[in-house]
């Protein structure tokens, strides 16, 4: 998906968000800005939001000598949902589709998006999961999804956020282990997971999980490892969480389930469907909308 000028806004946002995060020192504040803006105004608009994204944290991370400004909203995130777990878990356990329960679950934690949403409290997490629960989600695309799981040799699962990831966990106690290897960042980058949270949530103990060689807030594949490219390549079935993964993924023409919320009006827009949607959709099935 390529960058549109409804993007500039929420990049500007993005680095004063993260600039605050960083420090609290105002001139690294204008420092972080100024740079910001120089990178947006050579920018190619044909690369996807992510790559712009990562550009803006780099800048962050360069002039605030901050390697992890998010580190202590992740471990917030982390441990809240965690504790959220147990009642979680019943919720799906106790439903007469615990599938279909798992997968609302795993797109309302995608609301824990601080690229998006600076702002977000656990407040607003516990209404997006309330609210998921009653959501009409397309039941065709649940079986879609159910089939394509069965039908699977190997899955790879493509995590999102620190917090998200126990939503996530909701999700992968419902498929066959065996056949799932679950991808994380591969450094820091806005509150994106990494092998840290992934080992803090216990996903480690559930299935494989490798980094994919990047950091970016996306699935750039071209500057993705070895490792995962292979990986990626080698899967019959990608299930791709959150909205920077659709971004860099929606053109490819991979086998690949998207799970999110929508959270922009730019993905609004590109897939037709109105803000707050909760998408579960197959690329096979996918018609991007082009965004004027």
Not at 1 to 17: G, H, N, S, V
Not at 124 to 148: C, G, M, P, W
Not at 225 to 240: G, H, M, N
Request: hydrophobic share 40%; net charge negative.
């Amino acid at each position: 998906m390529k960058t549109y000028i409804d993007c500039l806004p929420c990049f500007l946002r993005q680095a004063t968000e993260a600039a605050r995060f960083a420090t609290s020192d105002t001139s690294l504040h204008h420092e972080i800005l100024r740079k910001t803006l120089l990178e947006a105004a050579d920018f190619d608009f044909n690369s996807s939001p992510p790559e712009m994204a990562e550009k803006i944290h780099r800048i962050v991370r360069g002039v605030t000598k901050q390697d992890d400004p998010y580190r202590p909203v992740k471990r917030k995130y982390n441990q809240w949902a965690m504790e959220q777990l147990p009642v979680l878990r019943k919720k799906v356990k106790d439903s007469r589709d615990p599938l279909d329960v798992a997968l609302r679950l795993a797109i309302a934690g995608n609301i824990i998006d601080f690229g998006i949403n600076g702002d977000l409290d656990t407040d607003e997490v516990l209404k997006t999961i309330e609210s998921s629960l009653n959501y009409k989600l397309d039941a065709e695309a649940v079986q879609q999804f159910e089939n394509e799981v069965t039908d699977a040799h190997k899955i790879l699962y493509l995590t999102d956020n620190a917090g998200e990831i126990v939503f996530d966990r909701l999700l992968i106690e419902q498929l066959p282990a065996r056949k799932i290897t679950v991808a994380v960042k591969a450094s820091p980058i806005i509150n994106d997971a990494t092998i840290e949270d992934a080992e803090f949530t216990g996903l480690t103990k559930l299935v494989e999980v490798i980094d994919n060689g990047s950091g970016a807030p996306g699935t750039i594949l071209r500057d993705c490892s070895e490792q995962f490219k292979k990986r990626f390549s080698e899967a019959d079935l990608v299930i791709s969480k959150g909205q920077g993964n659709y971004e860099t993924l929606c053109n490819n023409n991979k086998n690949i389930f998207y799970i999110l919320k929508i959270k922009c009006k730019v993905l609004a827009r590109s897939l037709n469907a109105e803000i707050g949607t909760l998408i579960l959709k197959n690329s096979k099935s996918l018609s991007i909308k082009e965004v004027t």
